[in-house]
T-cell receptor
């Protein structure tokens, strides 16, 4: 089945710096890759997603890149702000399994 | 519009008790998913409904776990004879269209935090 590995598990940056979180997946058929932000005690919220026919997608300070050959995708947050502090999860959708598999999460802390 | 809602938000159960967790998906959403999220981990798939049909229950940890969505809207996850290892946050998510061959955005509820003593 699909296996999604996420790194790093914790990331600490200064306000204004960039943050990068990386994920790898095992099922080459996976075709949809969402990123969720989860604040403490809150629901996971979709922040950006990318499909396998696209290599990069950007939304203001957030961007995602996908390398299908290497089976990895990354989340890039520029000009980080303290309110970006949260747990971020990547996920991969495999059509052969019909479900999302999540990474283990990255705790991002942005220091003022 | 209203998002996915779940109740109760918190549940404390004594070991051996049965619990029922409710999920109200976004109106009109066809697909409904249940996940279990252990502390410090990502959500783990439990089961999936397409309207009232339970298409995949491969993630249910044991036969003590049972889910239903009888009218294709509200869903209930039932855990019988709860054990301490069942303590986790149970998340429900819904999506507008069929999961099919292409992933679609899943909208999550706030979760039910279950503590089994």
């Amino acid at each position: 089945g699909e296996n999604v590995e996420q790194h790093p598990s914790t990331l600490s940056v200064q306000e204004g710096d960039s943050a990068v979180i990386k994920c790898t997946y095992s099922d080459s058929a996976s075709n949809y890759f969402p990123w969720y932000k989860q604040e403490l005690g809150k629901r996971p919220q979709l922040i950006i997603d990318i499909r396998s026919n696209v290599g990069e997608k950007k939304d203001q300070r957030i961007a995602v890149t996908l390398n299908k050959t290497a089976k990895h995708f990354s989340l890039h947050i520029t000009e980080t702000q303290p309110e970006d502090s949260a747990v971020y999860f990547c996920a991969a959708f495999s059509p052969t399994r019909g479900k999302l598999t999540f990474g283990q999460g990255t705790i991002l802390t942005v220091h003022p | 519009g209203a998002g996915v809602s779940q109740s109760p938000r918190y549940k404390v159960a004594k070991r051996g008790q049965d619990v029922a967790l409710r999920c109200d998906p976004i109106s009109g959403h066809v697909s409904l998913f249940w996940y279990q999220q252990a502390l410090g981990q990502g959500p783990e798939f439990l089961t999936y409904f397409q309207n009232e049909a339970q298409l995949d229950k491969s993630g249910l940890p044991s036969d003590r776990f049972f889910a239903e969505r009888p009218e294709g809207s509200v869903s209930t996850l039932k855990i019988q004879r709860t054990q301490q290892e069942d303590s986790a946050v149970y998340l429900c998510a819904s999506s507008l269209v069929l999961a099919g061959s292409f992933g679609e955005t899943q909208y999550f509820g706030p979760g039910t935090r279950l503590l089994v003593l």
